[in-house]
């Protein structure tokens, strides 16, 4: 077992060790139960069933569970099982080892194993007593509720809903007890199904309400508390189980997405640039030793803000980089996991948004796939702290972004980027903007050449009309197109910058030093309060990465051996190989592109409160008419 901020990989050692055990549970066993349960025969004629007039509660009977002659019983004339008899009782047994794995380092991560222990010595008394008594039952609990949770993600999705089933009678005294109910309830649930479709469907609807009743019992284990932050990861079954929440375990699937190619988007070449440059950094990610040579190099972008007006490419530049991480990760043969938090995602119930929040950032940085995670419409999703008439889902969420993207607890291993993107960046909180580490432009297409080639690209090709004078596609050339948008950051572009610039340039001439850099960032700072500390580190990771600006070998990454299944530290030292050193003009273009985003998102800020502003005093003064035409009329 490995322990990785969070993430606990089950070793299949662990699992093998408990397949004794797990065997006889789905062979047979006896079972001790209350015998209050109703009969499961009707009475004939009738749909009803029969109910004692005498009172059985407090007594108890033994029954024998034979989870695999039940199983058989669907196909009573084949001595073998069926691919989905089989399935369930495999399953089931695998499922049981899980469980006791998994209440195996519930116990070493609390005071239960050091309990065990001193009990195998010597039999507790007192509070010790009491106290082990309490945590073997929330261990029994965890275990129920892993099996649980283990056969909803690894059975076939059969439809369970309307179908009658009982719930299981517990008995949470050892993990082995749990078990044991879980496995008679299902052995029960499914004795007497006419073939393996109503077997399948009774199994489903069990598991869905032994699921509800075990989560309605769990503040009877306080003990269990431990459990609702662990994330266990089965690497053979491709299973995740992330503590209590309900319907945990779904086994990741296939992107469904409609991807695009680079040669798909016309104009924003910075940021259509850099993406494809992300995307060949994430697979540098090294799976033994959870760690990406470009986080220690410097220049990874582990969260990027894309602002633009509306229809400039934002959807398509993500379609973009998960369609090359996607192919990247079926070459290497990775895992890839690509998620999008929107807007749906926030409830009227309090701090569900934010678990729904976490949730999302747990399965992108899962530290076993390359992830890709966005927040698109942010301003929508996220809300300003100063904004009294946001909802408290959207609180929420930004707090839980502004942890997880720039917390004391966050982790940047180098296998996941996030993407916040908006078409007004300047309704986000500043403190939440400034924790994206790159701002990319997103413009759309500038130049006639690029209206030209986008509408050449789109129209297709069943037409015979002439292109004319123009180069097709000549302008996308994305090294010419780079050069030129870099450049173009040679010189402030916002107006407000434009003024700091010239004011130095006046008083000192130009910037040739680091003691000029430092002058001419703290007279950003004096026009810009904003531009705090955070906003340097992002400016310095730009130029980091504009240093790792490499072209990495196409061959790389059209198989694996050239360099995605190579070892962390040769990967390392073929990375190392290529960087470039840092050059002032790389500083000036990366300090003016990223204080131009502040000044402009401050710049339409202010635009829009004087929008507002003006808006009011026109109504207030067609009001003050329209009052004043009533009074004169003897109507006010």
């Known amino acids: 077992m490995s322990l990785n901020a969070g993430l606990t990989t089950l ?18 066993f006896s079972l001790i139960e209350a015998d209050g349960a109703p009969s499961s025969a009707p009475i004939a004629g009738t749909n009803r069933r029969f109910v004692p007039t005498v009172s059985t509660a407090g007594v108890r009977r033994t029954r ?20 989905a008899g089989h399935t369930l009782v495999y399953r089931t047994r695998r499922g049981v080892q899980v469980a ?7 116990a070493r991560q609390t005071v239960l194993e050091g309990l065990q222990a001193r009990n195998l010595a010597a039999p507790l008394a007192g509070a010790d007593a009491v106290q082990f008594k309490a945590y073997l039952a929330a261990a029994s609990f965890v275990a129920a509720f892993t099996l649980v949770a283990y056969l909803q993600a690894t059975l076939p999705p059969e439809e369970g809903e309307g179908i009658s089933v009982n719930a299981p009678d517990f008995l949470f005294e050892t993990p082995q007890d749990g078990l044991k109910c879980i496995v008679a309830g299902l052995a029960r649930a499914i004795s007497g199904a006419a073939d393996d479709n109503a077997m399948a469907a009774r199994a489903r609807a069990y598991l869905a309400l032994a699921q509800e009743e075990l989560l309605a019992r769990k503040s009877r284990f306080p003990e269990s508390a431990a459990f609702e932050t662990m994330h266990i990861r089965l690497d053979a079954d491709d299973v995740t189980l992330n503590g209590f929440e309900a319907g945990t375990g779904a086994k990741s699937r296939p992107l469904v997405m409609s991807f695009k190619k680079p040669e798909e988007i016309v104009g924003n070449h910075i940021a259509k640039y850099q993406a494809m440059k992300l995307a060949r950094m994430l697979m540098a990610y090294d799976f033994d030793r959870q760690m990406n040579p470009f986080v220690e190099l410097g220049g990874f972008i582990f969260t990027f803000m894309g602002d633009g007006m509306p229809g400039t490419g934002k959807t398509i530049l993500i379609q973009m980089i998960a369609g090359l991480l996607n192919d990247y990760c079926q070459v290497a043969g990775y895992g890839f996991h690509y998620e999008n938090f929107g807007v749906d995602q926030i409830s009227s119930y309090q701090g569900k948004s934010g ?14 796939a390359i992830g890709f995670g966005t927040v698109d419409d942010v301003d929508q999703v996220a809300a300003k702290r100063s904004d009294d008439r946001a909802s408290a889902g959207q609180q929420e969420v930004t707090a839980v972004l502004m942890e997880s993207f ?29 924790r994206a580490g790159a701002r990319w432009l997103i413009d759309g297409p ?18 015979a009309i002439p292109l004319g004078d123009h180069t097709l596609y000549a302008g996308q050339s994305i090294k010419t197109a780079v050069k030129a948008s870099y450049d173009g950051h040679a010189r402030p572009s916002e107006a407000g910058l434009a003024a700091v610039w010239e004011r130095f340039e006046k008083e000192n001439g130009g910037i040739s030093s680091l003691a000029d850099i430092g002058t001419y960032l703290y007279r950003i700072k004096e026009v810009e309060p904003r531009f705090t500390g955070r906003a340097i580190k992002n400016i310095t990771d730009a130029i980091k990465m504009r240093a790792m600006d490499i072209d990495l070998p196409d061959e790389w990454f059209s198989n694996p051996e050239p360099f995605l299944h190579k070892s962390y530290d040769e990967k390392k030292q073929m990375i190392e190989a290529l960087r470039t050193p840092v050059t002032l003009d790389m500083v000036l273009q990366e300090i003016n592109r990223y204080a131009d985003s502040e000044f402009r998102y401050a710049d339409t800020s202010d635009r829009t409160a004087i929008d507002e502003i003006v808006r009011r005093e026109k109504q207030r003064e067609r009001a003050i008419g329209e009052i004043e035409a009533m009074k004169r009329d003897g109507k006010w």
């Open 11 to 28: 070793r299949e050692e662990e699992i093998a060790r408990h397949v004794a055990a797990a065997q006889a549970l789905v062979t047979r």
């Open 64 to 83: 024998d569970v034979e989870l695999t002659a039940t199983v058989q019983a669907v196909h009573a004339t084949d001595p073998l099982l069926s691919p």
């Open 100 to 106: 006791l794995a998994v209440a195996d380092v519930f």
């Open 355 to 368: 678990q729904n929040c976490k949730a999302f950032v747990n399965a992108v940085t899962n530290p076993r």
């Open 406 to 434: 720039a917390g004391a607890s966050t982790v940047v291993r180098g296998n996941c980027t996030f993407g916040m993107f908006s078409n007004h960046p300047e309704a986000v909180d500043d403190a939440l903007r400034q």
């Open 446 to 463: 500038q130049t006639r050449d690029d209206y030209i080639d986008i509408f050449a690209l789109l129209i297709g090709r069943n037409h």
